[in-house]
């Protein structure tokens, strides 16, 4: 390679180090001067911290967006213990598709 290239890009790190010890130094100093704010100070390192309003505000999106979707469901269950009609037409072509092999086999 040539060497001023080497030279330029030694010359850019050593520049991104200068502002980042400087970004360093000043995140020390607000550390030692206590001026975190409360919403960051307060986390215990499992996520965000949402207000009470945030919280509630997403409670109804999801509340809305299941809703939504329990009304769009399209086949209703069956009742307990009983099987949908689709199931049954299709236990009904597996049994006559087995029985029909069953009988080929007994043919040989």
């Known amino acids: 390679m040539d060497i001023r290239i080497l030279e330029l890009a030694l010359e850019s790190l050593q520049a991104r180090k200068i502002a980042l010890d400087a970004e360093i130094q000043s995140l020390q100093v607000e550390l ?3 001026s975190i704010p409360k919403a960051v100070a307060v986390t215990t390192g499992k996520g965000r911290v949402r ?3 945030q919280r509630r505000a997403h409670s109804r999106r999801m509340k809305a967006i ?3 979707r329990k009304a769009q469901a399209a086949i209703p269950k069956a009742a307990k213990g009983q099987r ?3 199931n ?3 236990s009904a072509k597996m049994k006559a598709y087995w029985n029909k092999r069953r009988a080929a086999q007994s043919k040989k």
């Open 32 to 34: 030692k001067l206590g």
């Open 51 to 53: 207000t009470a309003a």
């Open 66 to 68: 299941w809703a939504a």
């Open 84 to 86: 949908s009609v689709a």
């Open 88 to 90: 049954k037409t299709r």
